[in-house]
């Protein structure tokens, strides 16, 4: 899945968890490209600056 060209218009105060309904249908290969951070000029350089986590084991996160 690739998420891509986003201004985020605030960061709010709770991480964002990224998880699959169940074991058969879990969330993986994630690219998130262009992401723009309230206040930044540039797009997000880290996973950690958009607040974004997966609690599923094995799920590939990407920030291009």
């Given amino acids: ?18 998880k699959g309904y169940n074991n058969s249908t879990m969330i993986n290969n994630i690219t998130f490209d262009n992401i723009v951070m309230p206040g ?5 350089t ?5 607040c974004v986590y997966s609690i599923n084991r ?3 996160l990407m920030l291009q």
């Fill in 1 to 18: 899945m690739n998420v891509k060209n986003i201004r985020v218009r605030e960061k709010g105060v709770t991480p964002s968890k990224l």
């Fill in 40 to 44: 930044s000029p540039t797009s997000a």
């Fill in 46 to 50: 880290n996973l950690s600056i958009l």
């Fill in 58 to 60: 094995g799920t590939m």
